[in-house]
């Protein structure tokens, strides 16, 4: 087999291997100026960002959604529309970005954060169930990288103990659990667009459901603390403004129309690209549920081993595939592990009432490892054609073959 790049050998991929990121065409355009011509700038007067989150809730087997700023103020909004607020507590999983949790404490609740599947990286409901307490409000359950939680387990764990259960679906566009999109399952459903999501305006989010009452006590706070249908300065509650533009909304309808037909080559090349690696010892895909019809696939996680490879530490791993052209994210750190939870850096959203964790010795073993021990690629590559996709099973067979010979001129500490 030939030599990776790393020690010299031509690169599987260059630049214009993968497709790039965000795509956008004529539709975007098409929608943009319509926009610009109504003069019709901000949801008030507009209809695209409403018409948007209305057909992207359907899309994912809601009944309705309302169109916010971003995935963050959507986990917020939602929290409050449940009632959880001062003194309350909310199980979140460490696998999972920082917005997950920070939004628990916007609303000054406390994140009590679990550990989660070693082979999906999702919430591990043994433990979520296990840190339910008499504060315990909800329970935030995160489909990473598009692998959807065990909603089997969850959504009558939630039921049988009083619980809302809110699906952080923010890299779950379009993935299906037994025949239903995420997001329908809990009491609300939150979506993020931003810039890398699988539909994006740069920045946007969703909030879906099929609980009006809930979804209208969403966007009330996230309307000034407005009530839909009354005088425009009644302010029925405390709130704040988390309303996307008409702007995000008419090219989130354009993203949404080519989005199925993007939907399907990523899960399909998910697959195939799944089953190539299996054949690598030392790696293996994310596991993929047989109850999902379908994953997202925000980006394609996979497990690493490092004694399959020389002992070969994952930055290093990484920094081969990359030298091969591969696109490459970072996967999170665990929540345990941020100088934010450790540190309790809170202010200014935390009032003295609220319980206190202590979260400096919080050991999360499950999620620290599998920061340490997976790689995240970048969605995009799922985009290209099925031959260049498998190329980066090509570059990893490679890898592992000559990683004696990595290890020997480049050995540990030499620019890992």
Not at 152 to 181: K, T, Y
Not at 250 to 261: G, I, N, S, T
Not at 352 to 381: C, F, G, I, K, Q
């Amino acid at each position: 087999m030939s030599l990776p790049a790393l020690l010299g050998g031509v690169p599987v991929a260059d630049a214009d291997t993968y497709p790039s990121w965000p795509q956008w065409g004529e539709r975007e355009r098409e929608e943009l100026l319509a926009t610009l011509d109504s003069g019709a700038w901000w949801t008030g007067d507009g209809q695209r960002a409403f018409r948007f989150a209305r057909d992207f809730a359907r899309y994912q087997g809601a009944s309705a959604g309302y169109p916010f700023t971003n995935g963050t103020q959507t986990l917020e909004a939602a929290l409050v529309a449940c009632g959880v607020g001062e003194g309350d507590e909310v199980i979140v999983p460490g696998m999972t970005f920082v917005a997950s949790a920070s939004a628990v404490l916007a609303v000054n609740a406390t994140p009590v954060i679990v550990d989660v599947d070693p082979d999906t990286l999702c919430i591990d409901p043994v433990a979520a169930e296990a840190a339910i307490g008499e504060r315990t409000r909800a329970i935030i359950a995160v489909h990473v990288a598009g692998a959807v939680c065990d909603l089997d387990l969850l959504v009558p764990l939630c039921e049988r103990r009083g619980l809302h259960l809110i699906e952080d679906c923010a890299h779950a566009h379009g993935s299906q659990w037994r025949g239903r999109g995420v997001g329908s399952y809990g009491s609300l459903g939150s979506f993020s667009m931003q810039q890398g999501k699988l539909m994006t305006a740069g920045e946007g989010g969703a909030l879906i459901g099929n609980d009006q009452q809930l979804l209208d006590a969403a966007w009330n706070y996230a309307d000034c603390g407005r009530e839909r249908g009354r005088w425009f300065y009644h302010h029925a509650t405390i709130g704040s403004n988390f309303r996307m533009t008409e702007w995000q909304g008419a090219v989130l309808l354009a993203q949404l129309e080519r989005f199925p037909e993007q939907h399907a080559v990523r899960n399909a090349n998910a697959i195939a690209l799944g089953e190539a690696l299996a054949q690598i010892p030392g790696l293996r895909a994310q596991k993929r549920d047989e109850r999902m019809d379908s994953q997202g696939n925000y980006c394609f996680v996979v497990h690493y081993d490092p004694g399959e490879f020389a002992a070969m530490p994952l930055r290093r791993f990484e920094e081969a595939l990359y030298a091969d052209g591969v696109p490459l994210g970072v996967s999170y750190p665990s929540l345990s592990d941020l100088d934010v939870f450790r540190n309790r850096n809170f202010a200014p959203t935390r009032r003295a009432s609220a319980p206190a964790l202590d979260y400096a010795n919080l050991h999360l073993p499950v999620a620290e490892h599998a920061a340490a021990s997976t790689v995240w690629m970048e969605h995009r590559l799922l985009l290209a054609d099925r031959d260049r996709v498998l190329r980066v099973a090509h570059a990893a067979a490679r890898i592992h073959e000559h990683a004696a010979a990595i290890m020997e001129k480049m050995p540990i500490g030499a620019g890992a």
